[in-house]
């Protein structure tokens, strides 16, 4: 994780504190824990964080996850090894993710509900809202795994 760039972990200690009580909250929610892994390569695809790709790419496969289906991530629409629930979570994923060029329109909402209950939506999004976070803090802060 070394970079020439600030280390928030010492500089500003506060800050990861409040990023690490998100990503416990969003970790108590009762949402699949193999979702969740997906949800979280997915998003560290689309937004270049080599750390996290890195980290959760290896949770996921330490949690079960086959190495197909991670290497099928990127391709998740055409891939037939996705049920229809973890493609509704990938859609939003993308969605939010890509928020200023996909928007979440009525038609994406729609197909996310026909999978997930309004209180698993919220969970879903806020999952979706941590790890893009640690991605912006990966990637802004240039961190990067550990060869």
């Known amino acids: 994780m070394t970079s020439k760039r600030n280390n ?13 009580a998100l990503e416990q909250t969003q970790a108590g929610f009762p949402l699949e824990g193999s979702l969740r892994e997906l949800i979280k ?33 990127g391709a998740w629409e055409d891939a037939p090894f996705f049920s229809e629930r973890e493609r509704a979570a990938l859609l939003w994923t993308d969605t939010l993710t890509l928020l200023a060029a996909r928007h979440a329109s009525d038609a994406v909402y729609a197909q996310v509900a026909a999978q ?5 939506i919220a969970e879903l999004t806020l999952a979706i809202v941590t790890i ?4 912006r803090f990966g990637v802004g802060f240039a961190m990067r795994p550990e060869r």
């Open 132 to 135: 893009n976070a640690w991605n």
């Open 116 to 120: 997930f209950d309004e209180g698993e």
């Open 41 to 73: 390569v997915r998003a560290s695809q689309l937004n270049g964080c080599a750390l996290c790709l890195d980290m959760h790419s290896a949770d996921a496969l330490q949690r079960g996850e086959s190495a197909r289906r991670l290497l099928a991530l």
């Open 8 to 20: 928030y972990h010492q500089t500003a200690p506060r800050v990861f504190k409040a990023l690490y």
